[in-house]
């Protein structure tokens, strides 16, 4: 491992290879960390049952080079978990990215050594590397919560999180399995463990939002499409408001139209799948009456598919907005409920106690499990950034910077923490769009910005801090516009005891964000001090 480096990057996951490509074409000199034994992030912890891309296949891919294409094929319109990590693979073979790279360790801290203008980066093997530049591409995703219900140490059976699944065999054959949470993993995981269990046993807390994703072979005309104008292609997406191409999407108010036409476009969007029953009209996160429309949709189609009634009534959600909670795509969820194995326990009404020895016990009786999995969620967006214990200007930590709730300028960079880059941080568009166009975007910034500064004779550059008050402003001046805030969701941080609520990204659209992120740059980095050395200087054009 050198001793220093131009550049450390935290993190083997999509952010992370895509930039030890980039950094190695500028020619400097980049080192990198990964906990997992293997590249891959999120796609390599994910491996849960039914762990699928909620973006198209043909959208959820790298567009940095033309040879990303050679010798890749997508098999679904939406990539299993196993798929996308071999298309991980594949890219880091072809581009040779792994070889700066520390697998199964893990950064412990990073200290501002201000006075040599560098970081100081210690890893869980002991390490010390010292860097000029310090990226964080650790995923928004990427912390599970930990099981926060009493009594897992007196459980006898296997326990598993689907965020940390684990790499060898999960058991689920004949078991009696408990899944612990609605989410995404939740609703992705549950038809397929309800086919291979014994019996299945489902804790709903909240029920959420979910729309049949319409899974299949990739549309030879869209792979044909995508693939003669690749770039192009990829390079419209980044022109859009979530980064894949809205193809259902009226423009329209919902409330503009009759109530057949509305119908009409509702059903529409269902059978085409992705999250088009929000886009199909343009007020449907904002206006009241069009989420009320679309949430009546919804629960008419949940009442249409479950048999039982009452079981029908406590999967609908009724306590939030529709879409203000990550809305979820699947494959059979709501018709799992009409198996003869699989149960449903609404524990608003029930609410659990404790894990016992053999299982769960909720305020009306235990029930004896296996297997328990804990689809529970994550510590999303700070998360992953807090557990890396950064110190910057002044020995201010982020932990102590983020009291309050997180503070970035643009989610790429944040006050008193000069020349450390963020992957999708807080108050980037992030999770709201197609994350590998935010990671190839903000990865071709810090690129390019890093870049800058070498070529001008600059080697610090911070976020001023009346910008990123300005900024954060203006993030929160949108989300209030929005019914996002009306949700306890992780998008609000309300998921996690304490996390102060906070709407942790941009929600004014990719395309929008692009802008405003070129803009700044063509003025001169408006809202950056970059300097050389001590002095600080205008930034040179
Ligand atoms: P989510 O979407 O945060 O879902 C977690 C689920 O677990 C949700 O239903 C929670 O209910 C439930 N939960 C969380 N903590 C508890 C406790 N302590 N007891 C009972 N139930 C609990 O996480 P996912 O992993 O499914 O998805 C995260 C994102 O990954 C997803 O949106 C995609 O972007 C990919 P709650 O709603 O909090 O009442």
Redesign the pocket.
């Known amino acids: 491992m050198p001793p220093s480096v131009d550049v450390v990057v935290v993190g083997a996951g999509f952010a992370g290879l895509y930039a030890h490509y980039r950094f190695r074409e500028l020619g400097l000199t980049a080192f990198g960390f990964e906990a997992a034994p293997e590249i891959g992030g999120t796609w390599f912890w994910n491996r849960y049952p039914g762990a699928r891309c909620?973006v198209e296949s043909l959208d959820y891919a790298y567009s940095f080079a033309p040879e990303v294409l050679d010798g890749w094929r997508w098999s679904e319109r939406f990539a299993t978990q196993p798929e996308i990590l071999q298309y991980a693979n594949h890219v880091a073979d072809r581009f040779d990215l792994r070889r700066e790279i520390a697998f199964e360790t893990r950064v412990t801290s990073a200290d501002l050594d201000e006075s040599a203008n560098e970081w100081l980066v210690r890893t869980d093997r002991g390490d010390t590397v010292r860097c000029r530049y310090l990226m964080t591409a650790v995923g928004s995703?990427s912390l599970p919560?930990p099981?926060?219900?009493d009594g897992l140490d007196d459980y006898r059976g296997r326990w598993v999180q689907?965020?940390a699944w684990p790499r060898e065999p999960v058991d689920v054959a004949g078991k009696r399995v408990a899944v612990?949470?609605?989410?995404?993993?939740?609703?992705q995981s549950i038809p397929i463990l309800a086919e291979q269990a014994a019996h299945l046993t489902v804790?709903?807390?909240?029920p959420?939002f979910s729309v049949p994703a319409h899974n299949g072979p990739v549309d030879p005309a869209y792979e044909a499409e995508v693939r003669a104008d690749h770039a192009a292609h990829h390079k419209r997406n980044r022109r859009t408001k979530g980064g894949v191409p809205s193809r259902i999407n009226t423009g329209l108010p919902a409330m503009s139209v009759s109530e057949e036409e509305r119908r009409a476009r509702f059903e529409e969007a269902w059978g085409f799948g992705t999250f088009s029953l929000q886009s199909v009209f343009s007020d449907i996160s904002s206006n009241p009456d069009s989420n009320a429309a679309a949430a009546a949709f919804v629960h008419e189609k949940i009442r249409s598919v479950v048999k039982d009634p009452a079981t029908a009534e406590t999967l609908m959600p009724k306590s939030f907005p529709f879409g203000t909670?990550?809305l979820?795509l699947d494959t059979g969820y709501y018709a799992t409920f009409n198996r003869d194995n699989v149960d449903l326990v609404d524990?608003r009404e029930t609410p659990?106690e404790r894990i016992t020895a053999d299982g769960i016990r909720t305020t009306e009786q235990e029930y004896p499990f296996d297997l328990i999995v804990f689809?529970?969620?994550?510590d999303?967006v700070t998360g992953p950034l807090l557990a890396l214990n950064i110190t910057g200007v002044n020995g201010v930590t982020l932990r102590e910077a983020w009291a309050d709730g997180p503070q970035s300028y643009l989610g790429l960079m944040i006050a008193g923490f000069p020349n450390l880059f963020t992957v999708n941080g807080p108050s980037s568009p992030s999770?709201l769009a197609n994350m590998l166009q935010t990671i190839e975007h903000h990865v071709d910034w810090i690129a390019d910005t890093i870049d800058h500064l070498e070529k001008n004779g600059l080697t610090r550059i911070e976020a001023d801090a009346d910008a990123q008050v300005a900024w954060a402003h203006e993030v929160a001046n949108m989300a209030e516009k929005t019914l996002y805030t009306k949700a306890?969701?992780?998008y609000m941080g309300a998921?996690v005891p304490g996390k102060p609520r906070v709407f942790l990204m941009y929600i004014g659209g990719l395309d929008r964000y692009v802008e405003r992120v070129e803009s700044i740059v063509a003025d001169d980095y408006a809202g950056f001090t970059l300097s050389a050395g001590g002095d600080r200087m205008p930034a040179v054009r």
């Open positions: 909620d995703l919560k099981p926060e219900i689907t965020g612990i949470g609605t989410g995404s993993s939740g609703i804790f709903q807390r909240t959420n909670k990550r979820c524990i659990i689809a529970t969620g994550f999303a999770v306890n969701s992780w998921n």
